[in-house]
């Protein structure tokens, strides 16, 4: 039997150890932005959801009740304008991770298969394609992917990690694109609340799908738009026949989204003051923590939505790391997300005030 050594990469916060423990030396403590894990508080309505359906001594269903899934429906249309869903277009799923990293296999893709993902990308696109065994490519462009019929392609915006947002005639561009190869694509807009400059838009948007979901699926969390990462809640909405495809195989595997979850759930998408309130919270520490990266010598790139600062200082972003390390802030080096990131580190301002208020101090000492 094959390692996991054997299986995977290195998992890349590993390799932050060092650096980690530089920072964590300085005599006011580490400032970690390198995750962007929310610190604030759950929003009452999600707990007050979940305690009420606290007693669930029964078995949830995969597919989750019709009030969940209508919920999303409500929500994404409310916010974003998307038209035409049914709350049978709706696959509650048990965090977006967890989707993305099963969604090869789930979908039965394999040797022979190319995925295909962003330059710059979110980690667990290439695992999850390498574990179902498939060939991965990244590009950024219908050119580079050629003449070549990939069975599965990603999209990410606002993205993960620079924060860049697809225009409209891109997007486009890209449905066309894999429509015309039978290709499924796959839209993650986990950060489609949190733009800062310009506005995103859902691939199942009607100027974008032109009306049909067909080949299209788009995935949202409620992690960041809610502070629900513990709950561990998310859902993927598209094409009838691929949800119902992995609604199938997800009934014999078990994956299940607890009932008090799903109760949470449904109250956060319900609601749109928390997420305000979040937005403001998270500009105004945006903001404090650019002017001091710039006061700094470091130039920011992109960032025009989701929770990171794309930034650098002209050199190998390990070197930044350590640079950073020894101010005690941690970041993410550049090379997580793919070669064209080698000098850049990604900073996010999830931290609480506080720690912001730091690392300002410290960069602009």
Not at 6 to 13: G, K, S
Not at 54 to 74: C, I, K, M, N, W
Not at 194 to 221: Q, R, T, Y
Not at 291 to 314: K, Q, V
Request: aromatic share 8%; proline share 7%; with cysteine.
């Amino acid at each position: 039997m094959p390692s996991v050594s054997e299986r995977f990469p290195e998992f890349p916060w590993d390799t932050l150890a060092g650096a980690k423990a530089r920072a964590a030396a300085h005599p006011d403590g580490i400032v970690d932005l390198s995750i962007g894990t929310p610190v604030d508080p759950t929003p009452a309505v999600a707990r007050e959801a979940l305690v009420d359906a606290a007693d669930a001594p029964g078995y949830p269903t995969v597919f989750g009740p019709e009030s969940l899934r209508q919920a999303a429906v409500d929500w994404i249309e409310r916010r974003f304008g998307v038209t035409g869903l049914s709350p049978s277009e709706v696959l509650p799923t048990i965090g977006s991770k967890e989707l993305i990293a099963n969604l090869p296999v789930q979908l039965g893709l394999g040797a022979g298969d190319l995925v295909v993902i962003p330059e710059l990308a979110y980690p667990t696109y290439e695992v999850g394609a390498r574990f179902a065994g498939c060939e991965v490519l990244a590009a950024d462009s219908t050119v580079a992917i050629g003449p070549r019929r990939p069975a599965l392609i990603y999209l990410n915006s606002p993205a993960n990690p620079h924060g860049q947002i697809l225009g409209p005639d891109h997007l486009r561009k890209v449905v066309q694109f894999a429509r015309e190869r039978n290709a499924l694509l796959v839209s993650d807009e986990c950060y489609l609340e949190f733009a800062w400059d310009g506005s995103p838009m859902s691939v199942l948007h009607p100027d974008i799908c032109g009306g049909s979901f067909e080949g299209l699926l788009a995935v949202h969390s409620l992690s960041k738009r809610s502070n629900l990462a513990g709950y561990r809640d998310a859902f993927v909405v598209g094409d009838q026949a691929v949800v119902s495809e992995l609604l199938a195989v997800r009934k014999h595997l078990g994956f299940m989204l607890p009932t008090p979850v799903q109760a949470a759930m449904a109250a956060a998408l319900a609601d749109d003051t928390h997420v305000e309130q979040q937005r403001a919270v998270y500009a105004a520490r945006r903001a404090d923590l650019r002017a001091a990266l710039e006061s700094a010598g470091f130039t920011i790139e992109h960032s025009d939505g989701a929770l990171y600062l794309w930034a650098t200082r002209g050199e190998p972003c390990r070197d930044t790391i350590d640079w950073l390390a020894e101010r005690g802030i941690l970041a993410a080096p550049g090379d997580f997300y793919g070669a064209a990131g080698s000098h850049h580190v990604r900073v996010a301002f999830t931290a609480t005030d506080e720690r912001i208020a730091a690392a300002v101090a410290r960069l602009t000492a």
